[in-house]
């Protein structure tokens, strides 16, 4: 499988997330935007926006005769998040005082598992590899969503044992997922009418632009730039970074699977903090400064970590 990484594919993708990102920071910096419509835009997107991206992105591209074993990559996603947690875990015992474990967890644990992978897929493979490769995608965002909008919302207000009901596991975007999946399943690919297909693609369309300003307001209301606890950022960016893909790549080397699920896989494993935390911490009260930072320094280290993973791994699993 041959693909073509470079700093500047990486480096032109992660650019522009920090040009949307940037204005989202100018808005809220000259005031043109406050907390509260921050915080409503950022519900807009868990309750509408989110959800109309992934009934519109499975609907239309994801079929189960295609993929029979298209359930790899969602589980593959919840084992990655909860293997980054308890390495984290682990790594909190040299941070006896720090006020945020549970966001220091989240963010050793959850990637940007959507835009920044599907961009570098977009500028690297022919059409024909790219499309099973979005398919890909789409399917471990999959397991990304059932953490990230069901339970992790729970863990981070510290409410997880006390509050728990299956009820919870029912947020818009698992909702979403799970009438996506059967609708497929029932009714077949691309079989959504246009009259309602098309306004629910137009609107999905708008989540990564919208979220992307949402986290650059963010970003500015809590100056990301200047992070106060520097040892556990530092710590967490070694572990999303470092030493979960080099732990990732080690499993993935001996195991029997198709070149192009290994890559997906591994591509997954070496991204950054993931964006959506900081939408989730926004309704959950949580350390916010600390997702912001981390959000932040990983993407920027990303752009030089990303390319040196990719080669070792071309180099490793021919």
């Given at each position: 499988m041959e693909f073509s990484?470079?700093?500047?594919t990486i480096a032109l993708a992660i650019a522009k997330l920090f040009i949307l990102m940037f204005i989202g920071y100018f808005l809220y910096r000259r005031k043109l935007i406050d907390d509260k419509f921050t915080d409503t835009l950022s519900l807009m997107l868990v309750r509408a926006i989110f959800p109309a991206l992934i009934i519109s992105k499975i609907t239309g591209h994801f079929s189960f005769n295609e993929y029979a074993y298209w359930w790899i990559f969602p589980l593959a996603a919840i084992i990655f998040s909860l293997a980054g947690m308890v390495i984290a875990m682990a790594a909190l015992r040299f941070f006896p005082g720090f006020k945020s474990p549970r966001e220091f967890m989240c963010s050793s644990a959850f990637q940007n598992c959507g835009y920044l992978p599907m961009n570098l897929i977009l500028f690297s493979f022919a059409s024909g590899v790219a499309d099973r490769l979005f398919i890909f995608t789409f399917l471990y965002i999959i397991g990304f969503n059932i953490l990230?909008?069901?339970?992790?919302?729970?863990?981070?207000?510290?409410?997880?044992?006390?509050?728990?009901?299956?009820?919870?596991l029912f947020t818009p975007p698992i909702v979403a997922t799970i009438f996506s999946l059967l609708w497929v399943a029932f009714m077949g690919k691309g079989t959504i009418p246009h009259v309602i297909g098309d306004p629910l693609m137009q609107l999905g369309n708008a989540a990564f632009p919208m979220a992307m300003v949402a986290l650059g307001a963010y970003l500015c209301r809590y100056e990301a730039h200047n992070p106060k606890d520097k040892g556990p950022l530092f710590a967490a960016g070694i572990i999303k970074l470092l030493l979960f893909p080099a732990l990732v790549l080690s499993v993935l080397m001996p195991i029997p699977l198709a070149a192009e699920c290994k890559f997906l896989l591994f591509l997954e494993a070496i991204m950054p903090t993931a964006v959506s935390l900081v939408v989730i911490g926004s309704y959950?009260?949580?350390?916010?400064?600390?997702?912001?930072?981390?959000?932040?320094?990983?993407?920027?280290?990303?752009?030089?970590?990303?390319?040196?993973?990719?080669a070792l791994f071309d180099a490793l699993v021919k």
């Open positions: 990484f470079t700093f500047h990230m909008w069901s339970l992790i919302p729970l863990f981070l207000s510290g409410t997880l044992k006390s509050d728990f009901k299956v009820s919870v959950t009260a949580s350390d916010n400064k600390f997702f912001s930072s981390s959000i932040f320094y990983t993407h920027v280290a990303a752009i030089f970590s990303i390319p040196l993973w990719l």
